[in-house]
């Protein structure tokens, strides 16, 4: 059923953009479709999708799609979510404000300088006089006003002051004006909510406690006096004690910051605060609202720079428990809020009257909240910055890492209300220890931390290693590979020491990724060479988007690798060069000079002479790299880096440079021929240059002669000619080698207007094919070259001299298989698309079961091959093993085979069986199975018995070799997979030599080749995720919704299989480990090593938790 034109589809694209928060700027992916906001994995703020940055559209989202499958369908754990204290916004969170505090309480910054310096070295006092910001207020900016932990509380606040709330917008042109934000709940919470009143952050809440405490010290004798008919006398030593930063309420005492606080608050900050509460709350007799007025202070001193009043600030209650306030600031860029008349309490503690000496009140009697002189973010910044530099000196810790830890370490184990001082000083000791990893992948913090109770006697680590070992010895090692963990013995205690030198972590906790870095105490990553960098990059060829770390630097793109080899004095020496050519900043390309001195002065300091080597090496340098397209760019291939792949094309001919200038190490300009030395090697050099190209010719002559072109095999179905061999002449004529699908060769010549007709009337001259039974295909990997389209068909085909193109020949098909082979001449009709479709559907399927294979194995932490014989079925009709060969090179009884993502395993067919099976050279072969590996085991033993006890040496049987199947075969003859022979002497020998072709997963696949029934069409394949693909017409015709849609129904069905089929094996996993619990005492000598303080090596794990 077709679609109703105008109905809108859903899209179905990925889109990236960048955070748009400056200090972050994290990348971020999401479907096309979405309508809600977009939570940043960096920061942990949410995001419109229209305030994203660079929004663009993801053409290659096979990284995407592969973290979804990965995440969603195996159940892959992530980083956990960024909790209200460590949302960033200008790269800062609540919990690192908290950590900076105490610092900014007796630290200043110089405006000059930008550095910290202690309050008391610059005439300020010793702690920091919070007056100073009396006339400061803080004012949202609208885009963070939903931001979770910095904007709008979330706690149910806005339904308690909803009526509240109502009344002030009400009074202000009916504009939402004021509204309560968000503050954690720690026990500090009122000088939270008074720190982001002034600042916006709760940077001040430290100093805030100090200067409330100095306060009341003080003036105590007039706080006695004003309210001794309301405050007990004995009640003043706990009010003050409140005060203190580190006050913690005795167990079962209800103590806090209250009324009495509020108003000592006023009165250091020498401007009123007022409390608000729910309109009920207000009304009703108790003091849950006041208007605390700094009545102890002199009214001059309540004003700002310019005279006037310093504004009030406003808090409230979050909830009718009254447990917990929050600051009710105003909105950036809106009109100053007003609180109305009606709406402002009553003075707390003092006279009534005293509200119009402190607070300026309108013609109706209301009064402007907060103000507009707002605490600059550049400033901000820069005061942090300073005080960050001062934290690292007294901890040697940065907060930011000490914030990860609080967010990673501790909140993942449940542990709640830790200190932040007990945190940094966890945090210290982990870093110092070399015990905390950073995930390059998910980016969260791990920890290898082991339970002290393991490592004593009666612990689970020190009675494995007593009960593998007997006693433990002080100068061995002992290792615990489960456990990432080696540890010594120390005799004199009676305890396993951990060496987290030796140590290392393998794994990520939260994604199971294996990138995992060590960190230092400023943040840093100890970066391996080729990890990824946060550093995004601008003019990088692979593509991901940042910069990759190498010998202690940044680079755009990795290295290309080539080797070389240093001769001098009788000594070789065999070294690979890693080049960059490629950078944005042209002084980190390698030069040619510097690298060659280092290579020189590494394995031959000192030596005299040695300028001939240093020419050598620089000549063999620039013939590496002098001769390079720019398009080309081979990098070496770093496990986790993000490498792209070899753009296929042809080659761009580029003309070797005539001179080439090198950078010195003393700056000076050499040209390449300075670097001789002498004048036989000037000779030498020059006369190499002028042979050059008729050695090369000569040379390849020779090869020609010594590996002369096969002729094809006299057959009747062969009627190839002999392969040319006359050089092309100039006038334009491009001469292509042919290959068919049943192994016969041929060599075409090409006049300069060739048409695809022409090339296909050629092809069916020459090979004597029926017109309509043939398939061209031209590149690497072999695609299909389609023909024109109608209006092209005078074109010249697109070819050019050299080019290889294969030619798949179209088997006739009849009811009787084997009779089709012999005797029927009745060639079946096919249909074009069907088929096309056929085998579209089959690679489809057989490329989404591959690439779930290889999820599940490493879900399971196995390699594939261990995973696959526990899945006998894979190998049998229907399975992904028995369709790829089935699919790639035929089923032949006794062919040989490799298989994708099973290297160092040979397989062969066995008809009778209909399965494919293990073929070991000499034992035979074997089904797969679960206890394959021990039935080849005990058949090579028996082998080896059988040889010891055999003493016919002469006899002509000796040079036989019996396999488990009972096929005869030769000792002498070695015998490699995919040369058309086999181990069976029943296998029939191959009529043609051997054809390679390549499966779809990179894996050579050589073979007879069965034809398959790909007609040429005017469509194309186009890869849409991996393992789908869709047609697509060649005039730039969209994608069909129908076929998207009956794909994507075909991948869900698929990924449902998956998670049914990994289910089941996780429950026979399980089945099979707890019948074998019984074994687990007769096991342990294998399950553990001992060595000595050499740095470890991988064996058997000793522990299995």
């Avoid at 509200?355 to 300026?360: E, L």
């Avoid at 296929?648 to 001789?676: C, F, N, R, S, Y």
């Avoid at 099976?917 to 028996?942: I, K, R, Y």
Wanted: aromatic share 6%.
């Amino acid at each position: 059923m077709s679609l109703i034109p105008g109905t809108k589809q859903k899209d179905r694209r990925i889109l990236c953009g960048m955070c748009p928060e400056p200090q972050c700027q994290a990348k971020l992916f999401f479907p096309a479709h979405t309508s809600i906001s977009i939570e940043c994995t960096e920061c942990g703020q949410r995001h419109e999708q229209k305030n994203l940055a660079n929004v663009e559209e993801v053409t290659d989202p096979d990284v995407v799609l592969h973290n979804l499958l990965r995440n969603a369908l195996l159940g892959v754990p992530g980083p956990p979510k960024k909790g209200t204290e460590l949302v960033k916004v200008m790269g800062l969170s609540n919990y690192h404000c908290k950590l900076l505090s105490p610092i900014l309480t007796r630290y200043g910054m110089d405006k000059q300088s930008g550095t910290a310096k202690l309050l008391k070295d610059m005439n300020q006092g010793d702690i920091f006089d919070c007056s100073l910001l009396g006339d400061r207020a803080f004012l949202i900016e609208q885009e963070h006003v939903s931001t979770v932990g910095y904007g709008r509380d979330r706690s149910g606040s806005l339904i308690y002051l909803h009526d509240t709330l109502e009344e002030i917008k009400k009074a202000n042109s009916n504009r939402e004006c004021l509204i309560p934000v968000h503050v954690d709940g720690d026990g500090h919470c009122l000088v939270h909510a008074v720190s982001r009143s002034l600042v916006g952050r709760e940077l001040f809440w430290h100093a805030l406690r100090e200067n409330l405490k100095l306060n009341f010290k003080q003036n105590l004798d007039r706080y006695k006096a004003l309210f001794q008919d309301f405050i007990d006398a004995a009640e003043w030593e706990d009010i003050i004690n409140e005060c203190d930063p580190l006050f913690i309420p005795p167990e079962g005492v209800p103590l806090g910051l209250r009324n009495i606080h509020i108003f000592g608050l006023a009165n250091v900050l020498h401007r009123p605060i007022i409390l608000l509460d729910s309109l009920s709350g207000m009304r009703s007799s108790g003091d849950y609202s006041a208007t605390f007025l700094p009545g102890l202070v002199p009214e001059e001193q309540c004003r700002g720079k310019d005279g006037t009043l310093n504004k009030p600030i406003c808090i409230a209650w979050s909830s009718s428990g009254r447990n917990h306030y929050l600051p009710i600031v105003g909105i950036k860029g809106t009109a100053l809020p007003r609180l109305p008349s009606a709406l402002l309490p009553k003075a707390w503690g003092i006279p009534q009257e005293l509200i119009r000496r402190y607070v300026s009140l309108d013609s109706s009697g209301s009064c402007v909240i907060g103000g507009d002189r707002s605490l600059q973010d550049k400033y901000l910044l820069r005061l942090v910055g300073a005080m960050e530099d001062v934290f690292m000196d007294k901890h040697g810790i940065h907060p930011s890492l000490v914030a990860d830890v609080h967010q990673y370490i501790y909140r993942r184990t449940g542990v709640i209300g830790v200190q932040p001082e007990e945190v940094t000083e966890a945090a210290k000791k982990s870093v110092q220890e070399g015990r905390l990893h950073r995930c390059l992948v998910c980016n969260a913090l791990s920890e290898l931390h082991m339970p002290a109770e393991w490592l004593i006697p009666g612990g689970k680590l020190y009675n494995l290693a007593k009960s593998t070992h007997g006693s433990l010895r002080c100068d061995k090692n002992y290792s615990f590979p489960l456990n990432s963990l080696v540890c010594s013995y120390n005799p004199e205690k009676d305890v396993l020491v951990p060496d987290y030198k030796l140590s290392s972590l393998t794994t990520c906790t939260w994604c199971h990724g294996t990138s995992v870095r060590r960190v230092h105490g400023d943040g840093t990553v100890v970066y391996l060479d080729g990890d990824r960098t946060d550093t995004s990059s601008q003019g990088g060829k692979c593509g991901c988007g940042f910069k990759h770390f190498w010998e202690g630097k940044e680079y755009d793109n990795l290295p290309e690798a080539f080797p070389i080899t240093l001769e001098w004095g009788g000594r070789v020496v065999r070294e690979t060069v890693y080049w960059f050519q490629y950078e944005t900043d042209p002084s980190l390309n390698s030069n040619v000079y510097d690298v060659t001195m280092r290579l020189v002065t590494k394995h031959f300091p000192g030596e005299f002479g040695s300028e001939i080597l240093v020419q050598k090496v620089v000549n063999t340098i620039l013939h590496h790299t002098a001769k390079r397209s720019p398009d080309e760019y081979n990098p070496v291939n770093i496990e986790g880096a993000h490498v792209q792949n070899r753009v296929d094309g042809a080659e761009a001919v580029t003309q070797p440079p005539t001179k080439i200038i090198l950078m010195g190490q003393k700056g000076k300009t050499l040209h390449k021929e300075e670097l001789v030395m002498s004048r036989t090697e000037r000779v030498l050099q020059h006369s190499i240059s002028e042979q050059a190209a008729l050695s090369q010719r000569r040379s390849t002559d020779r090869v020609r002669q010594q590996n002369p072109r096969p002729s094809p095999p006299s057959s009747a179905s062969s009627s190839a000619p002999p392969t040319p061999t006359k050089v092309p002449p100039s006038s334009g004529e491009k001469k292509i080698r042919v290959t068919t699908s049943d192994g016969r060769q041929a060599m075409l010549t090409l006049q300069p207007h060739t048409t695809y007709s022409d090339l296909q009337n050629s092809i069916i001259q020459v090979f004597n094919l029926p017109p309509g039974q043939l398939c061209i295909r031209h590149g690497f990997p072999p695609r299909e070259l389609p023909p024109p389209h109608t209006e092209d068909q005078n074109q010249q085909v697109g070819l050019q001299h050299g080019d290889r193109i294969s030619v798949e020949v179209l088997k006739e098909s009849s009811p009787d298989a084997h009779l089709s082979q012999t005797q029927s001449h009745a060639p079946e009709t096919h249909d074009p698309r069907l088929s096309r479709a056929s085998s579209r559907e089959l690679q489809d399927n057989i490329d989404l079961e591959m690439s779930s294979l290889c999820l599940l194995a490493a879900l399971l932490g196995e390699d594939v091959w261990s995973y696959a014989k526990k899945l006998p079925h894979l190998f049998q009709q229907g399975g992904v093993f028995y369709n790829i060969v089935k699919k790639d090179m035929g089923l032949l009884d006794g062919k040989h085979c490799t298989l994708p993502h099973l290297s160092g395993k040979t397989f062969v067919f066995n008809a009778a069986e209909d399965r494919l099976e293990l073929c070991v050279d000499s034992a035979g072969h074997f089904q797969v199975g679960p206890d394959v590996e021990d039935l080849v085991q005990e058949a090579l033993s028996q082998l080896r018995t059988d040889a010891a006890s055999r003493s016919h040496e002469g006899s002509p049987a000796h040079s036989l070799r019996l396999g488990s199947g009972g096929a005869v075969r030769r000792k002498e003859q070695s015998v490699t997979a995919f040369q058309g022979k086999g181990h069976s002497l029943g296998s029939a020998p191959p009529e043609h030599p051997p054809i390679r072709r390549q499966h779809s997963s990179g894996v050579d696949l050589s073979g007879s080749v069965r034809g398959e029934s790909l007609p040429l069409s005017g469509e194309e394949l186009v890869r849409v995720a991996p393992g789908m693909l869709t047609l697509r017409e060649g005039h730039g015709v969209g994608l069909e919704p129908s076929v998207i849609e009956a794909q994507r129904q075909r991948l869900q069905e698929m990924v449902s299989s998956i998670q049914a089929s990994m289910d089941k094996h996780l429950r026979q996993h399980s089945a099979a480990r707890h019948d074998g619990k019984e074994e687990e005492t007769t096991d342990k000598q294998e399950e553990m090593e001992s060595h000595g303080p050499e740095p470890p090596s991988t064996f058997e794990p000793m522990d299995q938790s």
